[in-house]
């Protein structure tokens, strides 16, 4: 048993998940995985390498390309079968198409697509019906008008949804490059772009389709990218092309020549990998990830670049990743569509029950009733088999054809309410909330758990200098000159610097005093290491410095360094120079020591102008206090403000520098050579002469850098919370950096316990091993429902990406080659083989089951180090295991899948990315909007749309069903209780208005209270305005409704005469006393409903009523009789029986049976069980007082408390330390040096001279 369990288990005792590491990518093959881990091979390397590795690769890269050769892309073997002998190139073209429809296909798709609906294919077949003259007694117009009116409404809603799909479309074709055609580069549209196509890029221009880097305007073909549009971070990223193709592809004639062939993987959505390699002249070269820019990618500081299209279109990697587009429905979508189905089974039952009725009818009373003869032997049952088809058309408005479209209209109005909050309007960016769908509005009322993104969701990605510590002082409080505490900030006088940007926001004047001063050397050689000890590029611009780093953190330091006097100039291969206090110096740089995951630190050694030799270093203070010298007095100093640091979410560095003498730095250099050249494990050499050196470190002290949230999200995470729904933060970026965002924005609080990978790992072994040995391989649920953790407490739950697929079995196993050869063959092993991967998939399925009832039991989840298949993964187990409704909200590409798994996605626009928002349902500029979208228009939607149904399934069943117990009374023969007319125009004319009104205006309680009191939500998370309870209720009420409606009038019609002498008790004076009757109380009962009353609400009441009498006056006259006689038969039936005093009794009567018991059972239940609503409501007059003086509330943060953690801020990926040291990355020409040097051109070119 136990080796058995052992072999289902992919959990790898020997090698843990690294949490530093972004899990294996999307796609990857199990050969991949089979090859070992090796040391990434340098630039001058990789084409050494790539003979051997070919014929590794081979076997994957089946997709070529051939440079400037259309032709070559029409061979036989690269063709594929689309239908039958179709063909065409298996090579996507660079057009992108999102819409549905063409001005051919619109009006044929657009039919098939409505018709697919039931509730139209019925309408449709009851309209063939009513062409039968033997079945129908309704006349064909009373369902085909409102049927045409339906179907129009639904196109022109569907065509301009598509129009703007064309637009939409049309402007991301017609942008233009530059390809190379006839031998030149011609301007060209990206529709236009081809596979192999050679094209140009310039400076700010984005990236049309996935293109292999071939050269530059840059030194060795750099180019830098910003790759916002995928992933929302907005510091530059740089691309290099290979050595060979630098050299001889610059020019225009070189590239028109180019006749490369590359061979590569095929089209996949692995942001991060490529693998192939390049044959041109009779040479091969590898290409890897760094050589190809994707699309969607922004070409920065960079004049141009060249390049050859790998991939186009529809086979980008950000098109790729964007996961499939899924046809989202609401929750009350489905139930209604259940409750249509209910419909016509009830409405099959009863037609069918008054078909037996009719048939009993005729064998008693037809047959022998001569009077009733009407010139057809028909038999008594074929004559019921006719009228159950009968019915079936009178009674068809029990499924009411109107409904969709007044579902739609609603829909629409509700979407361009949230289009025009000026509320959810973000003025700096000049972005409005945008309702990308009009059919999930309601859905925005019954969200159970948000799933967000964190680098420009949460955060601004805009890294902010805010306080440090020196010398064990403290600095970044409010404080004047001679370091006295004041309460009003003040901000810091710059002018005196030259170089000071002016966007740092600092109120501690004493610090300026101090620097200024000069009286305190730590502070001058703190800001000094700031503005030494890094990987920054820095160019010119009109006279600006403007900084290139490889994250917002290293650039935040630099820029603060800048502000306080010490401002980074530029940069040689072996130089840094730098204004100390305008004095301009220039420091030798002797190496390099890069930022790894592992050291979390970095370090420059450097010669200062007098020969003194001096280590600079910056790190996780957690990696830093290891190294300090034991003689370090202003230790717990800064340990203390690093607590203080971290309790206020602030990512934190520690600074400490090292005097080195000749001998000793010249000992070291050695190794440091050996390991720099070293063919294996370079990396792990190279670290462990980094440890030689970075030892008996002084610490300066320590930087507090604030990663900005934007405005107001801890506020509204709390709100959110407060309304029960659970937010769960997935992210790319480290560990950390997640869990100090989570501190900042309010998720994790310092009572918080926090379970990791390991720990959850732990747990969900021991349930499994449990649930086993309990059960077997059959889980019981009460054992399933057991909680992990005791009641009380306030858990989160931090998992990085790779523990992910540990825990929930999606990591990829290596595999024995024997392993692979082996077939199963015999039916017996056929059968162990189908049984193990049973076995293995309910294991699976368990395994991922707890992991969700686990993780829902904390109070926060942060999944960190994950990929865009993973964040979409962990939505879809939610969906899957918990049946609970989710909205995904994120701005980069790398959120797409995501958005499009959730129930709702949401897009934040507004910043440099926008693919997120193209996928997205919902936009808007600013994750506080979220809580007015979700606690104001959802609640609102929801409760609309809720009150909307039930009233419409009520009147419906009110008016259908006056037919029913008519049927009692003219021997079941299909003969209906009202005029032709007025059936055709009841649910279009005389009842829609107030109703779409109340689905579109009605609100129970004001917006400020909505969001006062988030525990209003709850309604809609637990379905409790619109289910199968409630839908019953309106069937009743209607059945009761019908029933006053037609026995009433029939009562008083029984023995009666009128004023005249004439009897009003014909069919026709009948047919109006009713529909006069259920017009005024169907009207009347939408006015009990209203909760919100205006001028339109009443006006569209009292004018439906009045437009009944009009149209009813209209139709009944003479002169439209002699018009039309065959379709107008009440001539006069209405003036005469309506100056009847005692059917306007009548009516009243009627009327007040039907509204009397609803206003007192109303009346009750307010008075008795009023919901939180109904509480609010009567109390808004006190809270409308209560508004003015009602602040918000107060943090969380208690900065007392000292529950250490490191929050060291630092990017997650190398810096440009290689290209710096290596010298790739600086500039030799002299256009180049006037942008980086400026005014010290002519130094340098004297230096050159001699």
């Not at 409750?339 to 037809?366: C, D, K, N, P, R």
Request: charged share 25%.
């Amino acid at each position: 048993m136990h080796s058995e369990r052992d072999s289902e288990t992919t959990f790898d005792e020997d090698s843990q998940p690294n949490d530093e590491e972004m899990p294996y990518s999307d796609d990857e093959t199990e050969d991949e995985l089979d090859v070992l881990p090796a040391v990434e091979p340098e630039q001058n390397r990789i084409n050494r390498e790539v003979e051997v590795t070919r014929e590794t690769l081979r076997k994957d890269c089946s997709w070529h390309v051939k440079a400037n050769d259309r032709a070559f892309y029409e061979q036989p073997h690269f063709q594929k079968t689309i239908f039958l002998c179709l063909k065409k190139s298996k090579y996507a073209g660079n057009a992108i198409k999102t819409y549905k429809y063409n001005p051919i296909t619109f009006l044929p798709l657009n039919l098939f697509e409505q018709f697919k609906r039931v509730a139209n294919s019925y309408f449709l077949g009851l309209l063939i019906l009513q062409a039968i003259p033997q079945i129908t007694t309704l006349s064909w117009y009373t369902t085909l008008i409102p049927l045409l009116v339906v179907l129009g409404i639904t196109a022109v809603k569907d065509l301009v949804d598509d129009i703007a799909r064309h637009r939409m479309d049309n402007e991301v074709n017609n942008r233009t490059c530059d390809v190379i055609k006839e031998g030149r580069f011609k301007n060209t549209k990206w529709k236009d772009i081809k596979v192999g196509d050679v094209i140009r890029l310039r400076k700010n221009s984005f990236v049309p389709a996935d293109i292999l880097l071939l050269s530059s305007s840059e030194p060795n073909s750099l180019c830098y990218v910003e790759t916002a549009e995928l992933d929302g971070e907005t510091n530059l990223k740089f691309r290099m092309s290979l050595e060979v193709t630098d050299k001889y592809l610059q020019g225009e004639s070189a590239l028109a020549t180019f006749d490369g062939l590359v061979e590569c993987e095929e089209p996949n959505n692995r942001l991060d990998k490529f693998t192939g390699t390049l044959t041109w002249k009779g040479k091969s070269y590898g290409l890897d990830a760094d050589k190809i820019l994707l699309r969607g990618c922004k070409i920065r500081n960079t004049d141009a670049c060249h390049g050859l299209v790998i991939f186009a279109g529809a086979d980008t990697k950000i098109m790729k990743n964007s996961g499939k587009t899924r046809f989202k429905r609401t929750k009350i979508d489905l139930l209604m569509n259940y409750m249509v189905y209910t419909i016509f089974v009830l409405l099959i039952l009863v037609s069918a029950g008054l078909a037996i009725g009719h048939t009993y009818w005729e064998q008693q009373i037809g047959d022998i009733s001569w009077y009733l003869y009407d010139g057809k032997d028909y038999t008594a049952s074929y004559r019921g088999f006719l009228n159950f088809w009968g019915y079936i058309i009178v009674l068809n408005t029990m499924v009411p054809i109107s409904l969709y479209v007044s579902v739609e209209v609603i829909r629409l109005g509700q979407s361009y309410f949230i289009n025009w909050d000026l509320q959810m309007y973000y003025p700096e960016k000049d972005t409005a909330a945008k309702a990308r769908t009009t059919t999930l509005n309601e859905q925005l009322g019954q969200i159970h758990y948000i799933f967000s993104d964190k680098t420009g969701t949460l955060t601004q990605n805009i890294m902010a200098f805010k306080k440090c510590c020196i010398n064990g002082q403290t600095y970044g409080e409010c404080r004047d000159k001679v370091g006295q505490p004041h309460n009003r900030p003040e901000q810091v006088d710059f002018s005196w610097n030259m170089y000071a940007d002016g966007k740092l926001s600092f109120h501690d004047q004493y610090l300026i005093e101090q620097i200024r001063s000069g009286k305190e050397p730590e502070i001058q050689q703190f800001f000094l290491l700031l503005a030494v000890c890094h990987t920054v590029m820095v160019d010119r611009s009109d006279g600006e410095l403007n900084y290139q780093a490889a994250s917002p953190d290293e650039g935040a330091l630099v820029t603060a360094a800048r502000n306080f006097g010490f401002a980074f100039l530029s940069r040689t291969q072996n130089t840094v120079t730098i204004s100390e206090m305008g004095i301009q110096k220039t420091y030798d740089v002797l190496a390099i020591l890069d930022f790894n995951s592992d050291r979390k630190r970095m370090s420059v050694i450097t010669r200062d102008p007098n020969g003194n030799i001096r280590l600079y270093c910056k790190g996780a203070d957690t990696v830093i206090y290891e190294r300090l010298h034991p003689n370090n007095p202003k230790r717990q100093d800064t340990q203390e403000a690093l607590d203080i640091f971290a309790n206020e979410t602030l990512r934190t560095l520690c600074l400490c520098y090292k005097e080195i003498s000749n001998e000793e730095f010249e000992a070291w250099n050695e190794k440091f050579m050996v390991a720099s050249v070293a063919q294996t494990n370079r990396d792990e050499a190279l670290d462990k002469v980094y440890e030689e050196i970075e030892t008996n470190l002084i610490l300066l002290g320590a930087t507090a850098i604030e990663d900005k949230l934007q405005d107001g999200v801890p506020e509204t995470i709390a709100k959110l919370a407060k309304a029960d729904i659970k937010i769960w933060v997935l992210t790319g970026d480290k560990k950390e950096t997640a869990e100090n965002i989570g501190f900042s924005c309010e998720l994790l609080t310092d009572e918080t316990t926090i379970c990791y990978g390991e720990d959850v790992s732990a747990l969900l072994q021991t349930r499994l091993e449990n649930q086993r040995n309990r059960d077997g391989s059959t889980i019981n649920s009460q054992t399933a429902n057991e909680p992990f953790f005791p009641a009380g407490g306030n858990r989160a739950l931090i998992i990085t990406g790779s523990w992910l697929n540990e825990i929930l079995l999606e990591k990829k196993t290596k595999k024995k080659k024997l392993l692979k050869l082996k077939f199963p063959r015999t039916a017996e092993e056929k059968q162990k083989q189908r049984e193990s991967r049973r076995k293995a998939d309910i294991y699976k399925e368990q395994q991922q089951r707890n992991f969700v009832d686990l993780a829902c039991e904390c109070s926060a989840v942060i999944c960190c180090r994950v990929t865009p298949k993973q964040k979409a993964m962990v939505v879809e187990l939610v969906k899957k295991y918990k049946k609970a409704i989710t909205l995904a909200i994120g701005d980069g590409a790398n959120d797409v899948n995501m958005i499009k798994t959730a129930h709702i996605g949401v897009g934040i626009s507004g910043q440099e990315g926008m693919q997120a928002v193209m996928s997205s349902d919902y936009s808007f500029g600013q994750f506080r909007y979220l809580q007015r979208l979700l606690l104001v228009h959802g609640r609102w939607s929801y409760i609309r749309m809720c009150k909307f149904l039930r009233y419409f399934f009520y009147k419906n069943f009110a008016f259908t069903l006056v037919h029913f117990w008519y049927s009692f009374f003219n021997g079941f023969s299909a003969q209906t209780a009202y005029e032709d007319w007025f059936i055709t125009l009841y649910n279009v004319l005389y009842t829609s208005l107030p109703v779409l009104l109340v689905g579109l205006l009605d609100q129970d309680v004001s917006d400020k209270l909505s969001l006062r009191f988030p525990s209003l939500y709850f309604s809609g998370q637990r379905d409790l305005l619109f289910n199968y309870k409630k839908f019953f209720i309106s069937l009743l009420h209607g059945v009761l409704t019908s029933l006053i409606i037609f026995f009433v009038p029939y009562g008083a019609y029984l023995q009666t005469m009128g004023q005249d002498g004439e009897a009003p008790s014909d069919y026709q004076s009948f047919a109006v006393t009713a529909s006069s009757s259920l017009t005024f109380a169907v009207n009347f009962q939408m006015g009990l409903d209203t909760s919100y009353w205006t001028f339109v609400n009443a006006f569209s009441i009292f004018g439906s009523i009045a437009l009944y009498f009009g149209v009813m006056f209209d139709l009944h006259s003479a002169g439209i009789h002699v018009l039309f006689p065959s379709s107008f038969q009440f001539t006069g039936t209405a003036s005469n029986a309506l100056r009847q005093p005692y059917i306007w009794l009548t009516i009243i009567y009627s009327v007040a049976l039907c509204l009397l018991p609803v206003i007192a059972l109303r009346f009750l239940t307010m008075s008795i069980w009023p919901t939180e609503s109904e509480k609010i409501q009567k109390n808004r007059k006190k809270y409308k007082a209560e508004e003015e003086q009602w602040k918000r509330r107060r943090s969380a943060f208690r900065r007392g408390i000292s529950g250490r953690r490191s929050a060291y801020a630092f990017s997650h990926q190398r810096g440009y330390a290689d290209l710096i040291a290596s010298g790739r990355i600086i500039r030799r020409r002299r256009a180049s040096l006037t942008a980086v040097l400026g005014t010290n051109l002519a130094e340098v070119r004297q230096a050159e001279d001699s």
